[in-house]
C-alpha cells in the first residue's frame, strides 16, 4: 500500500477521492457515502492498519463516515470539516483556492512582535471574515505576526478552541476552511505572518471516538486529560504520522508562517527520536523545500532548554518558546499575588535574570514545586523566548477572568507594556490589552453532554483553590459568559484607552527603528536590579548606539543613584509624558554623564535615554 497519500479525504479533481484511515483495532472498515446519493464503498486493508480506497462520483459536499467492522459508522478521525458538528458526518473539501501570496516568504523570527486573537470574541461576528478588516489596525499598531487561538472543530459554538475533536477540521461557527484561507491571504496581503496554535497533547473530550480506530491514546502516561497521546508506546508510528501530517497541512494547505504548540511538557515521549525533534526536522526540510519561513514555538511549562537547543547540540532544534518566568516576574512585581505559581516570584532580581537569560528557574529550588526546577537558558539566543504580560492562560485562567486593566493602576500597565516590547526578546500581546480592554476572558465552553458540563464547572473550581481567590467562577456553559469576553473597540478612541494605545504604538516604534532596540542580543546588553527602589536598569547597545531604560516598579516616588557611561544622553521616551495620560514629566530632556547620574522617579516610571556617537547627535 502506498503510504504517501494523505489521511482523510482527498479530493484529486474529476470527481476522483481518495480516502486513508488509519484504524488497527479494525479487522474491516467501510466508505459510507451519505449524500447527495447513498453508498457503501469497501476500503482495502493494507499493512500497519490503513484502509484505503481511491473513489470515483466523489465531489466535494459528499458527506461520509466509516463503519467500523459492520458495526459503529463515526467521523473520519482526519476530517477536513464537520459541518454538522463533533458528532455529524465529515464532508469532503476541495482544497483549491485562488491564494494571491505567491510573494510571500515569511519574516525572519526576529521581527515578530505577535498579537494572540480568539476569533470568536475579537468581533461581534465572531468570524474570519469580520477579523480581517482588522488588519490594517493592527499594522498601524505596528504588529508583525497575528497568532489565532486553536480554530479547530469543537462542541457547539463557542470554546477557547483546546476541547477540538478534529485536528484537521477549522471549526464551522468560524467560517469553515474557505473562511480561515481567506483570512491568511489578508494577513500576508498586509503583510502579516500569520500563526495558529495547535493541539497535540490531547484532544477534547466530547467528539473524540478516536479510540474506536486505533490506540492514539496510551496507558503507560498520565496527563492532566487522562491518558497521554501515544506518542511512544506500541503503535506510536501511527499516531505520530497522524500530528506530523496535521502540522503539515496547516503549513502547506493553509499558509501559515508558524505553529504555536500547545502545553508540549504534556507531551510525554521517551523515544530516542521525540516527536517534538521529528516534527522540527519535518518543518525545516517543508520550509527549504517550499522557499518559505516555517516557525514551531512550543509553549513548556519544563523550563527545559533542550527544546530550543539546536539538534547539533542536542536539543530539539525548535525555533522559540513561551516564556513563562517572564510574566510570573513581572506580574508578581505589578501585584502583591504570591499564590500558587507566583510564591515563586516577587524579586526585582527574578526579572533581571530573566532578562538576561530567559528562564528564572534554571536549576534551583522551587517552593511552588517542592523541587528543583529548570536547567539553564543562558546561551539560548534571545529570539528564542516569547514574552508577554497578558496572554489567554493568563487572563483566563483567573477565577473571573480579570485583564491586567482591571488590577492595576494605569502607570503599572504602560510599565508592562514597556517592559514587554522593550526586552530582547519576542513580544506578544493579548488582543485589546493595547488600550486597556475591559472585558474580561473567563472560560467558556458550550458542551453537549450535561454530564461533562458539570464536570467542568468541578474542574475549573478545584483547579482554583491554589490560588485561594475569593468567589465563584462565571458558568463556563452560559452564553453570558461567552458573550461578556467580546472585545469593545470603541474604547481605544477616548481617554486613558487612547493614551494608552497611542504608547504601544510608541513603543513599537521605537523597538523598530532604534538600532540598539530592534537588535535582539543577550550578549549587547547589560541589567542591573536596585532591589531597594525597585528599579530596574535595562541599558543595550549596537554598534556606537545605546540606550538605557529605567523600570521603577513602587508606587511611592524614588532617588536612585545609577552608573550611566560618560557622554551625553538624550530622553527618547517617559511612560508620565501627557501623550501618554500622565502628568508633565519630572525627568530631564538631556543628562550630562560623568559616570553616575541620580533619577528621581515617579510610582511606576518608565524611561528611556539615548546616547549615540557625538557625529549622530
Known amino acids: 500500500m502506498n503510504l504517501d497519500v494523505s489521511l482523510g479525504a482527498v479530493y484529486r479533481g474529476g470527481g476522483n477521492c481518495d480516502f486513508l484511515v488509519w484504524a488497527p483495532n479494525c479487522r474491516k472498515v467501510d466508505l459510507h457515502i451519505l449524500s447527495p446519493h447513498e453508498t457503501v464503498i469497501p476500503l482495502e486493508g493494507g499493512d500497519f492498519g490503513y484502509f484505503r480506497t481511491a473513489a470515483s462520483d466523489i465531489q466535494p459536499g459528499a458527506r461520509y463516515r466509516f463503519r467500523l467492522d459492520d458495526e459503529a459508522e463515526l467521523p473520519d478521525p482526519a476530517s477536513r470539516y464537520q459541518p454538522e458538528g463533533v458528532h455529524g458526518p465529515s464532508e469532503v473539501i476541495s482544497s483549491e483556492f485562488a491564494w494571491n501570496d505567491s510573494c510571500w516568504f515569511g519574516l525572519p523570527l526576529k521581527d515578530y512582535i505577535l498579537y494572540e486573537v480568539h476569533v470568536g470574541t475579537y468581533t461581534p461576528e465572531g468570524t474570519f471574515d469580520a477579523f480581517i478588516p482588522h488588519l490594517d489596525y493592527l499594522v498601524d499598531l505596528g504588529i508583525t505576526a497575528v497568532e489565532l487561538m486553536p480554530v479547530v472543530q469543537f462542541p457547539g459554538t463557542r470554546n477557547w478552541g483546546y476541547d477540538g475533536a478534529y485536528p484537521f477540521a477549522v471549526h464551522t461557527a468560524y467560517g469553515g476552511p474557505a473562511g480561515l484561507k481567506r483570512l491568511v491571504d489578508a494577513c500576508h496581503a498586509k503583510g502579516l505572518a500569520a500563526v495558529l496554535d495547535v493541539v497535540y497533547n490531547h484532544l477534547g473530550p466530547e467528539g473524540n471516538y478516536l479510540v474506536k480506530f486505533g490506540p492514539y491514546f496510551t496507558s503507560r502516561h498520565k496527563t492532566p486529560w487522562g491518558e497521554a497521546v501515544n506518542f511512544d508506546d506500541e503503535y506510536s508510528d501511527g499516531v505520530r504520522r497522524y500530528f506530523t501530517e496535521n502540522a503539515i497541512y496547516w503549513l502547506k494547505e493553509f499558509h501559515f508562517d508558524a505553529l504555536r504548540l500547545d502545553a508540549v511538557h504534556a507531551i510525554l515521549d521517551f523515544s530516542a527520536e521525540p516527536f517534538l525533534e521529528r516534527l522540527g526536522v519535518v518543518t525545516r526540510e517543508l520550509s527549504e523545500k517550499m522557499n518559505r519561513r516555517l516557525y514551531l514555538i512550543p509553549e513548556s511549562d519544563l523550563n527545559d532548554a533542550r527544546l530550543i537547543r539546536p539538534r547539533e547540540l542536542g536539543g530539539y532544534g525548535l525555533d522559540a518558546q513561551w516564556c513563562d518566568d517572564f510574566h510570573h516576574s513581572l506580574r508578581a512585581l505589578l501585584t502583591a499575588e504570591r499564590t500558587g505559581y507566583y510564591q515563586d516570584f516577587g524579586e526585582l532580581a527574578h526579572l ?266
Open 352 to 617: 533581571a535574570k530573566s532578562f538576561r537569560e530567559g528562564y528564572v528557574y534554571s536549576g534551583q529550588y522551587s517552593r511552588y514545586r517542592r523541587r528543583r526546577h529548570g536547567n539553564s537558558s543562558r546561551e539560548a539566543p534571545a529570539e528564542r523566548f516569547v514574552v508577554f504580560s497578558q496572554n489567554h492562560d493568563q487572563v483566563g485562567n483567573r477565577m473571573q477572568g480579570e485583564r491586567l486593566t482591571e488590577l492595576v493602576e494605569f502607570d503599572a500597565l504602560k510599565l508592562a507594556a514597556a517592559v514587554v516590547l522593550l526586552s530582547p526578546f519576542l513580544p506578544l500581546l493579548f488582543m485589546g490589552e493595547e488600550y486597556g480592554e475591559t472585558a474580561r476572558f473567563p472560560y467558556f465552553i458550550s458542551h453537549g453532554d450535561p454530564r461533562l458540563v458539570e464536570a467542568v464547572r468541578k474542574g475549573r473550581r478545584d483547579e482554583f483553590l491554589e490560588f485561594q481567590w475569593e468567589g465563584e467562577p462565571p458558568d463556563p456553559q452560559s452564553e453570558d459568559t461567552f458573550r461578556s469576553a467580546k472585545l469593545n473597540h470603541s474604547l481605544k478612541s477616548s481617554g486613558h484607552h487612547a493614551a494608552l494605545l497611542a504608547f504601544y504604538k510608541e513603543l513599537i516604534r521605537l523597538r523598530k527603528k532604534i538600532p540598539a532596540l530592534a537588535h535582539l542580543r543577550k550578549e549587547t546588553m547589560a541589567v542591573r536590579a536596585f532591589e531597594s527602589e525597585k528599579v530596574l536598569l535595562v541599558r543595550r547597545w549596537e554598534e556606537d548606539e545605546m540606550v538605557a531604560c529605567m523600570f521603577h516598579f513602587r508606587k511611592e516616588n524614588d532617588s536612585v543613584d545609577v552608573p550611566l557611561p560618560e557622554g551625553e544622553w538624550k530622553k527618547i521616551l517617559d511612560a508620565h509624558n501627557p501623550r501618554w495620560g500622565g502628568r508633565a514629566g519630572s525627568l530631564p530632556e538631556l543628562i550630562s554623564s560623568a559616570g553616575r547620574v541620580r533619577f528621581d522617579l515617579r510610582p511606576f516610571a518608565a524611561c528611556v535615554f539615548l546616547k549615540q556617537a557625538e557625529r549622530l547627535l
